[in-house]
């Protein structure tokens, strides 16, 4: 089950669950849309993975209790900015292989 964590991991925007603006890598590290696409270059700084939009959870319980009542979000915040002169140089080599390739 997804955690749903409540901000941008690098400028601590806020994510709530319906937001259309959260990006998660498979380990679900989390970080807005801005952020991914001109900071991170789609390049997660803790994996090298890519990033995709972030499901969100229904808000009803439209069949079986899998909806936010039952499984709520996170409220854990991991502001964990990044280093930037790190990651371009971490992101450098493989920012232009497709992340299904990488």
């Not at 901000?7 to 994510?15: D, F, M, T, V, Y």
């Not at 499901?55 to 009803?60: A, T």
Request: net charge positive; charged share 25%.
């Amino acid at each position: 089950m997804l955690e749903l964590r409540p901000s941008c991991e690098h400028c601590n925007k806020l994510l709530p669950p319906e937001s259309l603006e959260a990006r998660i890598c498979t380990y679900e590290c989390t970080f807005c849309a801005t952020c991914v696409d001109t900071i991170l270059i789609n390049v997660c700084p803790n994996c090298g993975g890519g990033f995709v939009h972030r499901p969100i959870r229904p808000s009803k319980n439209w069949k079986g209790d899998n909806y936010l009542g039952k499984y709520p979000a996170s409220t854990v915040v991991k502001h964990r900015p990044i280093d930037l002169e790190t990651h371009a140089r971490f992101a450098a080599d493989i920012k232009s292989i497709p992340p299904e390739k990488r």
